[in-house]
């Protein structure tokens, strides 16, 4: 289960993102918004990044105008490792060296078209399991 969250400035790229994940068949829980009116992306934020920390979804995606706001206020619940990712190199680096829980995406910065692939590279790149990118995230825990 993916938990997913954006605020008004995501909100459009996050209808996208959402149509792509039913196409290819994830299961998803919309913590919203759930429309263009101006919200606080640190709520949805929270929601996500509580729920992937909780257990209750494996992974997350938030979007916000730039990506930023929304990762700084994920990786503030503990367990989160949010990774804002504008390139696909990225998105496969941060699964296989940091294990990242959630990928964070800027609709004002990232086109849709990149923004899917982004996606798809998140979720289909596995954790390496390499003792090193074990200790260095455990590092960031303690
Ligand atoms: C909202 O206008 C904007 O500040 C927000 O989407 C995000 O870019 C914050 O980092």
């Known amino acids: 289960m993916l938990a ?12 996208e993102v959402k149509a792509h994940l039913e196409k290819r068949g994830f299961e998803f829980k919309d913590f919203g918004c759930y429309s263009t009116d101006s919200v606080d992306y640190p709520e949805y934020a929270k929601k996500v990044a509580h729920a992937v920390a909780d257990g209750e979804c494996e992974l997350g995606i938030l979007i916000c105008g730039t990506g930023i706001g929304i990762s700084i206020a994920a990786n503030k619940v503990k367990g989160i490792r949010a990774a804002l990712c504008a390139d696909c190199f990225s998105a496969q680096a941060t699964k296989e060296h940091n294990n990242a829980n959630i990928l964070a995406m800027g609709a004002r910065t990232t086109g849709p078209g990149l923004a899917l692939k982004i996606v798809d590279t998140f979720l289909d790149t596995p954790f390496s399991n390499d003792e090193r990118h074990i200790r260095r995230i455990n590092m960031i825990e303690d």
């Open 4 to 15: 997913l969250g954006c605020d008004h400035g995501g909100f459009e790229l996050m209808q």
